[in-house]
């Protein structure tokens, strides 16, 4: 049998997420202390050094603390953020007082106290959470920052709490329309739970319908819906957006920023560089490491620049459709140009202009 670790460490990128685990965690260990006096929560949020070097300080009285009917202690030392790649968790003081938070834990006595450490974000880098990863009960939950794959997997775990299904199609929809945020998703979920009734399957439909589109640029339901070729959904969709007093121009935006990046996911699967697979475009490091040095001066993320991108979002984005061809793409792009101009001349007839646009586009795809 494995010794008993001395204490539990939950970490992530996302804080959200952590907490949540870490609550979880923290109600099982105190269901089995009966004294509410020997269950303690330690803010350990910190904006600066002097913060942190209280926080360790409050942490280290809080475990040399002997219960005061001689029971068993509950602490969670909670929302560490000073181990972060940050300026506060670079600072050479800071890295001294994790060195002597790190003996804190070593001396523990599990028999005496269930230390649970929550933190996030983290630079797993460094020394502290390699030594954690040996010597605790370790959790890293939702992978690294912008893991499409983890951010699924929040939605499917919350649908299987409430009772929900969701198609392929409306969880790729539900991700488009609100990007990373963990919190809203899980709202999202509950939402669209109870409005299609308990075992019914969530459909790219009631996404649509239902959930407003929060995330950046990219992620209008106009360029989802048209870059899947669905005729009437994109209609649909442009008649919700003017519905609502939208604009045609971020519109156009989102349908060029999609358009620039399926341009050159798709120069890149002509030349042979990559290819799209089961788990996106395979062979992209490569194609990254021969191709990306050419980009001179788009460093930052840019839909001018494909390797700025999120490779599990290209993946997505490529393999959501048939990927249209070069000539195509092209023609769409000179088709945006164009909207843009007649929207200038018939500023009081923007969803007419669009409708006409995406009516020539798919009905020529």
Same mark, same amino acid.
Request: aromatic content about 8%.
């Given at each position: 049998?494995?010794?008993?670790?001395?204490?539990?460490?939950?970490?992530?990128? #996302? #804080?959200?997420?952590?907490?949540?685990?870490?609550?979880?965690?923290? #109600?099982?260990?105190?269901?089995?202390?009966? @004294?509410?006096?020997?269950?303690?929560?330690?803010?350990?949020?910190?904006?600066?050094?002097?913060?942190?070097?209280?926080?360790?300080?409050?942490?280290?009285?809080?475990?040399?603390?002997?219960?005061?009917?001689?029971?068993?202690?509950?602490?969670?030392?909670?929302?560490?953020?000073?181990?972060? @790649?940050?300026?506060?968790?670079?600072?050479?003081?800071?890295?001294?007082?994790?060195?002597?938070?790190?003996? *804190?834990?070593?001396?523990?006595?599990?028999?005496?106290?269930?230390?649970?450490?929550?933190? +996030?974000?983290?630079?797993?880098?460094?020394?502290?959470?390699?030594?954690? $990863?040996?010597?605790?009960?370790?959790?890293?939950?939702?992978? %690294?920052?912008? #893991?499409?794959?983890?951010?699924?997997?929040?939605?499917?775990?919350?649908?299987?709490?409430?009772?929900?299904?969701?198609?392929? @199609?409306?969880?790729?929809?539900?991700?488009?329309?609100?990007?990373?945020?963990?919190?809203?998703?899980?709202?999202?979920?509950?939402?669209?739970? &109870?409005? /299609?009734?308990?075992?019914?399957?969530?459909?790219?439909?009631?996404?649509?319908?239902? &959930?407003?589109?929060?995330?950046?640029?990219?992620?209008?339901?106009?360029? $989802?819906?048209?870059?899947?070729? @669905?005729?009437?959904?994109?209609?649909?969709?442009?008649?919700?957006?003017?519905?609502?007093?939208?604009?045609?121009?971020?519109? !156009?935006?989102?349908?060029?920023?999609?358009?620039?990046?399926?341009?050159?996911?798709? +120069? *890149?699967?002509?030349?042979?560089?990559?290819?799209?697979?089961?788990?996106? *475009?395979?062979?992209?490091?490569?194609?990254? +490491?021969?191709?990306?040095?050419?980009?001179?001066?788009?460093?930052?993320?840019?839909?001018?620049? /494909?390797?700025?991108?999120?490779?599990?979002?290209?993946?997505?984005?490529?393999?959501?459709?048939?990927?249209?061809?070069?000539?195509?793409? !092209? %023609?769409?792009?000179?088709?945006?140009?164009?909207?843009?101009?007649?929207?200038?001349?018939?500023?009081?007839?923007?969803?007419?202009?669009?409708?006409?646009?995406?009516?020539?586009?798919?009905?020529?795809?």
């Amino acid at each position: 049998m494995a010794a008993e670790k001395n204490f539990t460490f939950i970490c992530g990128s #996302d #804080d959200f997420l952590v907490g949540r685990l870490g609550q979880q965690r923290f #109600d099982a260990l105190a269901a089995d202390v009966a @004294d509410e006096f020997s269950r303690e929560i330690i803010n350990g949020f910190a904006g600066n050094v002097g913060e942190v070097e209280a926080a360790v300080n409050r942490f280290r009285e809080s475990v040399q603390t002997v219960s005061m009917f001689g029971g068993k202690r509950v602490v969670w030392f909670k929302d560490l953020n000073f181990l972060a @790649d940050t300026v506060t968790g670079r600072a050479e003081s800071t890295l001294k007082l994790v060195e002597d938070l790190q003996q *804190l834990l070593a001396a523990l006595n599990p028999a005496e106290s269930a230390v649970l450490v929550t933190a +996030a974000p983290i630079d797993r880098r460094r020394s502290f959470p390699k030594w954690c $990863e040996k010597n605790a009960d370790f959790t890293l939950v939702g992978g %690294d920052d912008g #893991d499409g794959s983890a951010l699924e997997g929040v939605i499917l775990a919350e649908a299987k709490l409430v009772g929900a299904t969701f198609s392929p @199609d409306a969880m790729r929809l539900l991700l488009a329309k609100v990007g990373a945020n963990t919190r809203l998703l899980v709202e999202e979920v509950h939402k669209l739970a &109870t409005y /299609v009734g308990e075992g019914e399957r969530i459909e790219d439909k009631h996404v649509a319908e239902l &959930t407003p589109n929060v995330a950046e640029g990219d992620f209008f339901e106009a360029a $989802e819906s048209f870059f899947s070729g @669905d005729l009437q959904w994109t209609l649909a969709a442009l008649q919700r957006h003017f519905f609502a007093g939208g604009d045609a121009r971020p519109v !156009i935006s989102a349908l060029q920023n999609r358009n620039r990046i399926l341009l050159q996911v798709r +120069a *890149l699967v002509d030349a042979g560089d990559v290819r799209i697979g089961q788990r996106g *475009l395979e062979g992209f490091p490569k194609a990254q +490491a021969a191709h990306a040095a050419k980009f001179i001066g788009v460093t930052e993320k840019s839909s001018y620049n /494909v390797f700025t991108q999120n490779p599990w979002y290209l993946g997505k984005l490529a393999g959501s459709a048939k990927l249209p061809s070069l000539r195509r793409l !092209i %023609d769409n792009q000179q088709e945006f140009i164009g909207a843009f101009e007649e929207i200038i001349r018939r500023p009081h007839e923007q969803e007419e202009v669009l409708r006409e646009m995406t009516v020539r586009c798919l009905a020529a795809a």
